[in-house]
């Protein structure tokens, strides 16, 4: 199987953007995060907020029904991104990934240069990974093409390299 990193498209201008203080990251629950929402703000479909060694994966509606078709008990919770004057509300799902040990180390490695064992993840469509104090998704060739019939807004993929356990 294929896999791709899952990215933001950072070259989205006037994205959505949540203000990381009001984000509670040991929260399970349904809860609320602030945003400014401007006359051009694009509400992407994938939003990972980060925030000094911990992680948040927020997805739109749409997104979240896409996952739930390629995951066993997708574990997720409604985010209500309020806009700090009001103006509106948007509803997001922060999901739980699995997260699965198969990154290759080798010197002078960045998530553009990823390499996975390739029995790490198994038959997954999705999972997470760590690297370099950051998490990551990754999504599998089958997975990343629905998305991008979609036409999805914010998401973008980098192919990433699988490698033999034999080959260390």
Known sequence: MEYFLMLSDERIGNRLKIQPETVDFETTEACSVYADFKEDTVFVDFLPIRQLFRHAFY?????????????????AFPVFITDTNQKGQKVYWRVAIELVDCVVTEPNMNYASLTLHKSGPGCKHIFRIAFEKQEYLIV????????????????????????????E
């Open 59 to 75: 997805v739109s509606d749409d997104f979240k029904e896409l996952l739930d078709l390629y995951t066993d008990n997708l574990s």
């Open 140 to 167: 599998s060739l089958n997975l990343a093409e629905t998305i991008l019939r979609k036409e999805p807004a914010g998401i973008r993929f980098l192919p990433v390299k699988l490698q033999e356990e034999n080959n």
